[in-house]
């Protein structure tokens, strides 16, 4: 099964080559690069979250395999789910679903149903991919959606299904968090409720970040995917978070009075 690009042309270009000048141009080539469990990524436009994205992904020593967790911006489910087998196509090329990966996952993780069609037109972790075929070429990873409405326990157990499913691989595995922070807010409430969450990833805290979201009201749309992120990665004994990039679309447009936050965090 393919899955063919659904914001090629809307989101990044869908002319190969002015992606890769729009990816280039969007990467740090002094970056002091890592070895990382994880990364928190922006997924809006590129024009708008793609230097974060860009930042963030030239922070690290990128391996082989990867494995992206995002929102499901498609419909209120209480359901996640995981794509175990296929390819998905963009203007770079096709990449693969490690189906061994994506197994281990499912076999460690009650919490998770195969579905092709939730992901068919999901763009949070479609626009990570081709940022990822620019800078490392040949690579395989496994796509999940996580649910609007899982529970801070359900989090709890596929963040430590996904920390299992990677040591039983036994093989470097990244994990990729796709979220934006704050939506449709001023400049200044966007960076005053996002480093609230933004202190709370860097302390690693799971339950911190997930209260936070929750009781401040915090319009951040992968919490849910950066929350599960945060427990894998301190299972597989994560030492320290680092905030590599934070801007808002503001910095952009230049309209400061609605904007959209974005935070490009590394976790080694």
Not at 44 to 57: D, E, N, P
Not at 185 to 194: F, G, I, P, R, W
Not at 204 to 218: F, P, Q, S, T
Request: one cysteine or more; hydrophobic letters at 40%.
């Amino acid at each position: 099964m393919k899955r063919k690009p659904s914001v090629a042309g809307y989101f990044y270009p869908n002319d190969s080559g002015a992606l890769r000048d729009m990816i280039k141009g969007m990467l740090d080539p002094q970056a002091d690069k890592e070895k990382a469990i994880s990364v928190i990524s922006p997924h809006a436009g590129y024009v708008y979250s793609g230097k974060v994205a860009g930042s963030v992904f030239s922070s690290v020593i990128l391996p082989e395999s990867y494995i992206i967790l995002g929102p499901n911006h498609q419909g209120l489910t209480k359901d996640s789910f995981i794509m175990k087998q296929g390819v998905w196509e963009t203007p770079l090329g096709d990449v693969e679903i490690n189906t061994t990966l994506a197994d281990l996952i499912m076999k460690q993780s009650g919490e998770l149903k195969e579905s092709a069609k939730n992901h068919s037109q999901e763009h949070s972790l479609e626009v990570q991919v081709p940022f990822i075929q620019y800078l490392k070429g040949n690579f395989s990873f496994v796509p999940i959606v996580i649910a609007y409405f899982a529970s801070y326990d359900e989090l709890v157990k596929l963040g430590e299904a996904i920390a299992r499913a990677i040591r039983e691989y036994g093989q470097d595995v990244l994990i990729v968090a796709s979220t934006d922070m704050s939506h449709q807010v001023s400049q200044e409430e966007a960076k005053e409720k996002d480093f609230l969450a933004i202190e709370k990833i860097l302390d690693l805290d799971a339950r911190g970040l997930y209260d936070v979201v929750k009781r401040e009201n915090i319009s951040m749309c992968g919490f849910q995917s950066t929350t599960t992120t945060i427990i894998a990665s301190n299972e597989l004994k994560a030492k320290k978070a680092e905030l590599i990039k934070y801007q808002t679309s503001g910095d952009v447009s230049g309209d400061f009075l609605k904007v959209v936050g974005y935070a490009g965090i590394r976790i080694i």
